[in-house]
């Protein structure tokens, strides 16, 4: 939808602008990075790369157009090889995720939404404050248990439709929800693509996120539900008194009926009850850490593609969104040529110069600097980037609490700015098309960063208090025994003279990762 | 040598303000009371309800249905000058008990008693004129006075070799306000048997468009729809409230407001791709906004084939 706006919206004229404008800097990026000490193919990954942020920035509608070309100069340029290309892919990710669209398909059909919604309109005694407040607290934790994108497609429509009845403008709740949204997103590893990415990269099991980052959520989710409700409480008043008005009239929000639920509550029950087990599933069977949890979303896809073989090929085709799992693909082919050239090394060495081992600076820099980069950049892109440096750091210091920093920064960064995470974007993109209203960017800007700065406040109080009781993780870098083809990957570009990446004494080959 | 008698067209006593589209599904005598009623305005010179009761009369008698879909009521009346007709139009059918059946072309005879052989002549001519099928089935289609009017006095035209939109199109399509409540528009839906309603301003601007699953889709909230099977929810009972509210909800509260529109020089092949692919009813042919027309499936279908 706002792919489709965009596509129609360049002139041909701003199309060669922003065109040029990308190569320009990105081979410029390229070329500055000699300064750090990188040599060519480690000028080649960060140029691409760099394109790859600008193309997210510029034509996010050619996003995987771009990216497609990004692993061909890659490629052709000696930069990466086929072999780590599949590697870095993350493969095991995109099916996860792949299982997930599938399981949330079966659920919309199923009527789990559905209910949700008539739950939430059906509450006795609603006013219009609790009204909110449950919404946005519900789309908070239905981003958990699926995703940000699903979870406010959701919730949105549900607002447009009470907006509807009660005639009021929906854009305040849309916003609240939005927000809510994207702070839920990071209180599991289904929350968000970049939960899911840090989990296996940092080596975090499910209870690992319910035990650390489920806590923080709901206490930054307090935060941002009571901050947003004073900020728009003239517009609580109004949905107050308008709701009134109607109950004591009679008159109901939608008609009252009885959803059948049960079924898609037993899908979404197994599919958690298996996530949240896979820990003990993995030491039964003995497999490698986060196996259990990868392939869970694909056993539970698998068992409802066979009950409901009717509506399989469906699934595949419609639920899953291809196109963004295709640009998730090669951004972390991308990212993993960063890592595989020595470019993360490099990074993390100047990283470190900079900003030394503590921890009570890097948590706060880190939390920081996604946080700000996630607000322009898609934050999958971000944290793809960001999570082999993370790995470096790891060497010399614990590295759980920057992980969890990183992704605060990245979840709650995506508040602040309307094109801060695909929530924002779905959810204005809707907002635009029922309502016919637009959100100003400043308006956004005003309470979005307000919120995440709480947000990212309160999560940095957290970890900077907890960090100390977190167990450190044997990530599956370390763990992960040299690939075979580490041989042929020694001998690869970059990676006998990985430039800064030494200054932490680093082979790039020996911590790559295998999710 | 005396000349030729003139042969009697149905043009030399039909005028197009005695022409009522849209009739509805009304009984017979009412529909019989109202083009009597309309030649009684605008000819006038006989007593009205004299007349109305005579054709009723005359129907009971013998009805007047000559065949399927057209009936000729008529009546002779004292001090008539010249004969009289009407012809009513109805899309639904306007019922004739007698035959039991429904009727779409009503065409009232008045004539002169004093000239007897008047009727005959009258008949002879509307029933050349109508001989052809499918000018019956077009002149049942059509929408407006001067559209049946034109069918009526200069029969079917050919297809023009470039057929565009605008040979098309029905010029004078039932619209509706933004500003209407719920009610006209089920009126307009239901009773007038529209599908597809272009919503308008004051000045004739095209504001949206209405199609009758927006009505449905009022009362059928968007999650229900997410659903694949809604068999086992049995208690939705959701119109009572909408019916009771239909004052309160205005047409732009449930309008569409992104629609296309085309230009009536569109080429008529356009149009049918559009039908067949974008699975479109109806198409609105705008000129800078402005409401020209519109096309809908069956009239195009109609006009193209049955022509």
């Known amino acids: ?515 | 040598m005396a000349a030729a008698a003139r042969e009697i067209k149905v043009s030399d006593y039909l005028a197009e303000g005695n022409i009522l589209c849209r009739m509805g599904n009304i009984p017979a005598h009412e529909a019989v009371d109202r083009l009597v009623s309309l030649l009684f305005m605008h000819v006038g010179g006989f007593d009205r309800q004299g007349a109305i009761d005579s054709v009723m009369e005359r129907e009971q008698l013998d009805s007047t249905v000559l065949i399927e879909g057209l009936a000729l009521p008529h009546a002779r009346m004292d001090g008539l000058q010249q004969p009289m007709v009407a012809v009513g139009l109805s899309h639904e059918g306007v019922y004739f008990p007698e035959n039991n059946e429904l009727v779409r072309i009503l065409i009232l005879v008045l004539t002169p008693k004093s000239d007897p052989s008047a009727y005959l002549k009258l008949v002879s001519a509307i029933s050349k004129s109508l001989s052809e099928e499918s000018l019956r089935l077009r002149l049942g289609l059509c929408d407006t006075p001067s559209e049946a009017y034109a069918l009526l006095t200069a029969g079917v035209r050919g297809i023009p070799a470039h057929l565009v939109a605008r040979d098309l199109m029905n010029a004078q399509p039932v619209t509706v306000r933004e500003e209407d409540d719920l009610a006209t528009a089920i009126s307009a839906f239901c009773v007038q048997r529209q599908m597809d309603i272009p919503v308008v301003d004051e000045t004739g601007d095209i504001r949206g468009v209405l199609a009758i699953e927006d009505l449905l889709h009022l009362s059928l909230p968007e999650h229900f729809l997410w659903m694949e099977d809604l068999t086992p929810i049995v208690n939705f009972q959701p119109f009572a409230e909408l019916l009771r509210k239909d004052h309160e909800t205005k047409v732009a509260d449930f309008m569409r407001d992104r629609f296309t529109t085309m230009d009536p020089e569109t080429p008529a092949i356009q149009l049918a791709k559009d039908f067949l692919k974008s699975g479109v009813r109806q198409i609105m042919l705008a000129e800078n906004d402005k409401l020209i027309g519109v096309v809908n499936v069956q009239n195009f279908v109609a006009q193209l084939f049955w022509a």
Not at chain 1, 303 to 308: E, P, S
Not at chain 1, 363 to 380: E, K
């Open chain 1, 1 to 515: 939808m706002a792919e489709a706006e965009e596509t129609t919206g360049i002139s041909a004229g701003q199309f060669i602008r922003r065109l040029l404008l990308l190569l320009g800097l990105s081979v410029g990026v390229g070329f500055a990075s000699r300064l750090l000490g990188m040599e060519v193919h480690q000028q080649v990954a960060t140029a691409v790369f760099f394109s790859i942020i600008l193309g997210s920035l510029f034509f996010w509608a050619f996003r995987l157009a771009i990216a497609f070309l990004g692993i061909g100069i890659l490629i052709v340029t000696n930069s990466l090889n086929i072999p780590h290309f599949v590697e870095a892919a993350a493969l095991p990710v995109i099916l996860f995720l792949v299982g997930m669209m599938i399981i949330v398909g079966a659920l919309r059909d199923l009527g789990f939404f559905t209910w949700i919604v008539q739950g939430i309109i059906s509450i006795p005694n609603i006013t219009g404050r609790k009204f909110v407040m449950v919404t946005a607290v519900a789309s908070a934790l239905l981003a958990c248990a699926v995703d940000e994108v699903t979870s406010i497609i959701f919730i949105a429509t549900l607002i447009f439709q009470v907006c509807q009845r009660l005639k009021l403008s929906p854009t305040p709740y849309i916003i609240i929800c939005v927000l809510c949204t994207n702070v839920g997103s990071a209180g599991t590893m289904m929350g968000n693509p970049v939960g899911i990415f840090i989990g296996t990269q940092a080596g975090f099991s499910f209870e690992d996120f319910i035990y650390w980052a489920f806590p923080i959520m709901l206490v930054s989710l307090a935060a941002t539900v009571a901050l947003t409700m004073f900020w728009y409480r003239r517009e609580m008043d109004e949905f107050q008194e308008r709701l009134k008005e109607r109950m004591d009239r009679n008159l109901s929000l939608v008609p009252k009926v009885k959803v059948p639920y049960k079924r898609s509550l037993f899908v979404l029950g197994f599919t958690l009850v298996m996530i949240a087990s896979h820990h003990q599933l993995e030491h039964a069977f003995g497999l490698g850490p986060n196996s259990m949890l990868l392939v869970a979303p694909l056993i539970c896809a698998g068992v409802i593609m066979i009950v409901r073989r009717q509506r399989a090929r469906y699934y595949v085709e419609h639920e899953v969104d291809w196109w963004t799992l295709l640009f998730f693909m090669l951004l972390f082919a991308i990212a993993g040529t960063l890592e595989y050239t020595g470019v993360t090394g490099v990074l993390a060495g100047h990283f470190v110069k900079v900003f030394g081992h503590d921890q009570r600076v890097l948590i706060p820099v880190i939390m920081a600097t996604t946080a700000i980069g996630s607000a322009f950049v898609d934050n999958v892109v971000f944290v793809a980037a960001f999570a082999p440096v993370i790995k470096e750091l790891g060497r010399t210091v614990a590295a759980t609490p920057l992980w969890w920093a990183l992704l605060f920064g990245a979840c709650f960064g995506g508040n602040i700015t309307l094109i801060g995470s695909t929530a924002n974007i779905v959810a204005l993109g809707m907002l635009e098309k029922q309502s016919r209203s637009t959100v100003r960017f400043l308006d956004w800007l005003k309470i979005g960063a307000l919120s995440s700065l709480l947000a990212c406040l309160i999560a940095w109080g957290m970890l900077a208090a907890l960090h100390s009781y977190m167990p450190e993780k044997s990530t599956a870098v370390r763990e992960a025994p040299v690939p075979a083809e580490a041989g042929h990957a020694a001998a690869a570009p970059g990676t006998h003279e990985s430039g800064g990446g030494s200054s932490i004494g680093l082979d790039p080959v020996a911590e790559r990762v295998s999710i």
